[in-house]
């Protein structure tokens, strides 16, 4: 049997806790073959020790190895001298350096998870944002203008490579899912403001010509300040969105809020050869080392990354164990008996990886 490598990256305040209960949830689902794990160092506690936030061995084994899981990052006080977060650095740097330049982000309603929109069921809110996650705003990330503290820029870039190879992937991506919920079509929304922005009227024309070569799916089109009242009046409308980088960052906070919270959204951040998986929430260090956190999102982006290397390797026990482990999520949660804080439970970390684990038995 193949075995796969995969890289932990706990990270700081509830980081350890999510990427543990994860880590035994997979080795649950995969048994002890399947997956080996091994953790390295990385953070804004590493960098305030060591003045590394992503240490060469860390990035090094990132590089070599199957897949990475990660906790969260982050912790308040430690910035660097142009007041950035340093935690945030630890996803950056992977991001770019590795070339991760799609980030997945499932929009899914799940039963047994509230959604603070009226009258959706579980099924009827089932979407993917893909976040273009190397380029546009972000690309100015430290390298921005502050000029004697009086003017400042930052410059949003597109590359006709990078919103090509994003555009693919979300019509690819669309291509294996089974449309819309409300009239199963498949569909990419490509979100922009193309009535306003050169760079994004050139986002809009290269999806258009990558969706010439799609006949099967349809691709339609929302300016960001639309798609966030669309999100809210008609989520089941919704297949796959795809965005540039800041203002897939900004409505894929909505989509997860729109089912229940940062604690179920999912992360997948995949390039040609690497993947970085880990919830789309942040390090909460108020309540770090209490076993409060809920350990879903992270649980269900290695369930992503089961899928992901199940594709990648074409191996079927892969796909069958992500299958199973969100299944699991999904029975422990429309169960009703153990549900985590952020959904309105009272069930620690621990009870969540506890259930989930029985569940998979
Ligand atoms: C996210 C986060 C990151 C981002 C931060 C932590 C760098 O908000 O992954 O959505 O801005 O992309
Ligand atoms: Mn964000």
């Given at each position: 049997m193949k075995s796969y490598d995969i890289a932990t990256i706990e990270g700081d305040g509830i980081g350890p806790e999510v990427c543990q209960s994860a880590v035994a949830v997979l080795k649950e689902a995969c048994g002890s073959e399947l997956l080996r794990f091994e953790a390295f160092d990385g953070g804004a506690a590493h960098y305030a020790r060591t003045g590394a936030v992503l240490p060469e061995d860390t990035f090094a084994a990132c590089k070599s190895m199957h897949a990475m899981l990660h906790g969260a990052a982050g912790l308040p006080g430690v910035t660097y001298a142009d007041g950035t977060e340093v935690g945030n650095d630890l996803h950056l740097q992977l991001r770019f350096r590795l070339d991760l330049f799609a980030n997945v982000r499932p929009i899914r309603l799940y039963a047994g998870a509230e959604s603070p929109l009226k009258g959706w069921q579980p099924g009827q809110i089932d979407y993917v944002i893909v976040r273009e996650n190397t380029e546009g705003l972000y690309a100015s990330r430290g390298g921005g203008i502050n000029l004697r503290g009086e003017v400042s820029t930052d410059t949003l870039v597109m590359t006709r490579k990078g919103v090509e190879r994003v555009a693919r992937f979300s019509f690819d991506l669309a291509r294996r899912r089974k449309g819309a919920p409300r009239d199963g079509k498949r569909r990419v929304t490509v979100c922009d403001k193309a009535n306003i922005l050169r760079s994004y009227a050139f986002f809009r024309a290269i999806c258009d010509e990558v969706a010439a070569g799609y006949d099967d799916v349809e691709i339609d089109y929302a300016y960001a300040?639309?798609?966030?009242?669309?999100?809210?009046?008609?989520?089941?409308?919704?297949?796959?969105?795809?965005?540039?980088?800041?203002?897939?960052?900004?409505?894929?906070?909505?989509?997860?809020?729109?089912?229940?919270?940062?604690?179920?959204?999912?992360?997948?951040?995949?390039?040609?050869?690497?993947?970085?998986?880990?919830?789309?929430?942040?390090?909460?260090?108020?309540?770090a080392g209490r076993n409060l956190a809920s350990p879903i999102a992270t649980i269900l982006s290695g369930a992503l990354m089961l899928r992901w290397l199940g594709e990648q390797h074409a191996d079927p026990a892969l796909l069958a164990a992500a299958d199973r482990v969100e299944q699991a999520v999904e029975a422990v949660l429309a169960e009703g008996a153990t549900v985590p804080r952020d959904l309105g439970g009272s069930a620690s970390c621990t009870d969540m990886t506890e259930a989930i684990c029985r569940r998979l038995r």
């Open positions: 300040d639309a798609i966030t009242v669309h999100m809210l009046k008609k989520p089941d409308f919704y297949d796959v969105i795809v965005a540039e980088n800041m203002f897939g960052d900004i409505i894929s906070d909505l989509g997860a809020g729109t089912v229940g919270g940062l604690g179920i959204a999912a992360s997948a951040e995949l390039g040609e050869r690497h993947g970085l998986f880990q919830g789309a929430h942040g390090s909460a260090p108020d309540i």
